[in-house]
């Protein structure tokens, strides 16, 4: 079956400790995206990338990083600047297509930092 | 820069009931425009589009959205709700400044009572 795949479901660190959520996509998408939800604000857009070994920042970037060596995974680090990073975080991906707004989601990681 | 507004927070229906979400957008040109919905704790599904035609356009589960440019609206509704649809929903616009981008509405919660 076609899908986005993240894992783990449920993530926990302590604080001060970086860590990489992973996000990997079987429908050939060449873009992907990475988005955090907090209760209440709806989806905050962090990084997105549209094709291989490129990447933007999106509107919340600072304390992030993430890479795309290959077209299927777009692997997320919440890193120790991130200074709120308990949040619930969602990969998705879409075809490049001149306007083509659809975008397909995983079923997410939460991560709790203590 | 455009935006999209969802008034109600959090909405409690009776099962059988109507449904109708609000959805309010600000952008010059036709916008393309998604209602998607998430489950708790789950990712998000895409129930209905909207790109051009036809201004009311039909989606999964029994769910319908009306286009209105006058009034920069795209409300989601439904005849009849079943204790299924408690979930979180969420509107989009397609982000017109490249990248097949969506900025999203905050979300509205809908509470089903039996």
């Known amino acids: 079956d076609g899908g986005i795949t993240q894992s783990p479901k449920y993530l926990f660190r302590k604080e001060g400790q970086n860590v990489t959520l992973s996000c990997e996509q079987n429908l050939n998408h060449d873009a992907m995206y990475w988005y955090r939800q907090d209760p209440g604000q709806g989806l905050r857009l962090i990084y997105y990338?549209?094709?291989?070994?490129?990447?933007q920042k999106g509107d919340i970037a600072e304390g992030y990083s993430v890479s795309r060596e290959k077209k299927e995974s777009f692997p997320l680090t919440v890193t120790s600047a991130q200074k709120n990073p308990t949040a619930f975080y969602l990969c998705?991906?879409?075809?490049?297509?001149?306007?083509?707004?659809?975008?397909?989601f995983g079923p997410g990681t939460r991560l709790t930092v203590t | 820069a455009q935006s999209v507004t969802q008034p109600d927070i959090h909405i409690t229906v009776s099962e059988g009931a109507s449904l109708e979400l609000r959805c309010n957008y600000s952008?010059?040109?036709?916008?393309?425009l998604f209602w998607y919905v998430q489950s708790p704790g789950q990712g998000l599904q895409l129930l209905l589009k909207y790109f051009s035609g036809d201004t009311l356009v039909q989606g999964i589960k029994g769910f319908e959205a009306e286009f209105k440019r006058s009034q920069s609206s795209f409300n989601l509704r439904k005849p009849s709700v079943h204790w299924s649809d408690a979930a979180e929903y969420f509107c989009?616009?397609?982000?017109?400044?490249?990248?097949?981008?969506?900025?999203f509405g905050a979300g509205t919660r809908l509470a089903v009572h039996p």
């Open positions: 998705a991906s879409s075809i490049v297509l001149a306007g083509n707004y659809e975008q397909y």
């Open positions: 952008y010059g040109a036709t916008p393309y």
């Open positions: 990338s549209q094709i291989v070994n490129d990447f």
């Open positions: 989009a616009v397609g982000d017109p400044g490249g990248y097949n981008k969506l900025i």
